[in-house]
């Protein structure tokens, strides 16, 4: 079965400032999305960015952008330019191609200080 | 963009009885969805893949005559918690599968908190 791996159950960063939240993962398929979800204290899960194994390109989205080593099974989210409403928790994902199922990391809480 | 839905937002009720949470698709259609439980603090299980028109696949150790789920058309999912007990108090998120997407695309409903007392 597929594990993904947050490795930092915290982080704090400074408004403005720029965070990495880590994230590592174990599969033997070649083809496979990678996901970051922000959950507020909404707890509405929000996907942030997207990124598909086969793209050697890593994914962006405005302030957020991924750095995406698949031989090493990393996929790590940069939070550019932080802003106070960043704060949540966020989770990484891993999805088969083919397949339905998320299998979600433990979360990293993080904190944006003003 | 696509939104899902769920009914109530938050439920409390007594222990031993029946609470069925609603996951609605509202603007696509849906033949899978998904069944989510989240403890505090920590990271979503999957309970169970929704299937309209047949029954549902449970994970490992989820019971599945406690957990009924019924998905009667494209775009609606029901969860219904039988006999209730406190340990059943959990927050509830469903995901629905989008049929036209390529990318298999699911999105999440805001969450239903189950408080048994």
């Known amino acids: 079965a597929q594990t993904v791996t947050q490795s930092q159950p915290e982080m704090s960063v400074q408004e403005a400032e720029t965070v990495t939240l880590s994230c590592t993962y174990d599969t033997s398929e070649s083809d496979y999305y990678l996901f970051w979800y922000k959950q507020p204290p909404s707890r509405q899960m929000i996907l942030v960015i997207r990124q598909e194994a086969y793209k050697q390109q890593n994914a962006t989205e405005n302030r957020f952008s991924v750095n995406f080593q698949k031989a090493a099974k990393s996929f790590s989210l940069k939070i550019s330019d932080s802003q106070l409403g960043d704060a949540a928790m966020y989770f990484c994902?891993?999805?088969?191609?083919?397949?339905?199922?998320?299998?979600f990391g433990t979360g990293t809480s993080l904190t944006v200080i003003p | 963009g696509a939104v899902v839905s769920q009914h109530p937002s938050r439920v409390i009720c007594k222990s031993g009885t029946s609470v069925k949470i609603e996951c609605r698709s509202l603007?696509?259609?849906?033949?899978?969805m998904f069944w989510y439980r989240q403890f505090p603090k920590k990271s979503l299980m999957l309970m169970a893949t929704?299937?309209?028109?047949?029954?549902?696949?449970?994970e490992q150790g989820v019971e599945k005559d406690k957990f009924l789920i019924n998905h009667a058309s494209l775009t609606l999912s029901t969860l219904t918690v039988t006999s209730a007990h406190p340990e059943d108090s959990s927050f509830y998120i469903c995901?629905?599968?989008?049929?036209?997407?390529?990318?298999?695309?699911?999105?999440f409903g805001p969450g239903t908190r189950l408080t048994v007392l």
């Open positions: 994902a891993y999805r088969s191609a083919f397949g339905n199922q998320f299998y």
């Open positions: 929704s299937n309209e028109g047949s029954k549902a696949t449970y």
């Open positions: 603007d696509f259609q849906a033949t899978t």
């Open positions: 995901s629905a599968r989008e049929d036209r997407s390529s990318y298999n695309e699911q999105f």
